[in-house]
């Protein structure tokens, strides 16, 4: 019988000076590294129309939509996590030479088949572990569905789901809305959209 080689522990600070060099993106979960998988198109294109449409409707507010090069930074009892969302609006930012945030208000995360059990697992719980976060949406890509985790004053989250063309998620958090609409733009899947 042999042993399973356990990975080499790896610093928050060589994870960050790696990732600067990268030609792939790499998740961190306290002290071991992922790689990334590209998306599909469908994929790609919701989680920009997320970021346009979110962009347009923030100018001249003080949030701002950061797309899937900017990681977030999640510190949770037991380690660091470093994700890259889809798309995160942060109301707080931090310095603009840093590579992550820390205080993201709302994140969208496109749901794929091949990370559809840690989208809904450990990173979603990991996403809600976020003081500053308000809103969690995760997004089907191959149908016109949006799940809202919105945070309650008394406490934790609770869950919505939005559906159809017609849909429009109100973000009171950032002042915004989402139509569905707009977020499913161009998708060939999105529940017939062209």
Known sequence: MTALNKPAFISVED????????????????GTIHAMDGGTNDHAAVAANGVVALGSRLRGKPCRPFGSDSKVRIELPEHTRFYYPDVQVVCSRNPGNE????HPVLIIEVLSESTRRTDLGEKRSAYLAIPSLKVLLLVEPDRLRVTAYRRQPQGGFV???HAGIEAV??????????????????????????
């Open 15 to 30: 994870y960050l000076t790696g990732e600067e060099l990268a030609e792939t993106k790499h998740e961190y979960l306290g």
């Open 99 to 102: 590579r992550f945030q820390e």
């Open 159 to 161: 869950a919505a789901d």
């Open 169 to 194: 998620i109100a973000l009171p958090e950032i002042e915004a809305e989402l139509p569905l609409a707009e977020l499913y733009e161009g998708v060939s899947h999105g529940g017939g959209l062209p």
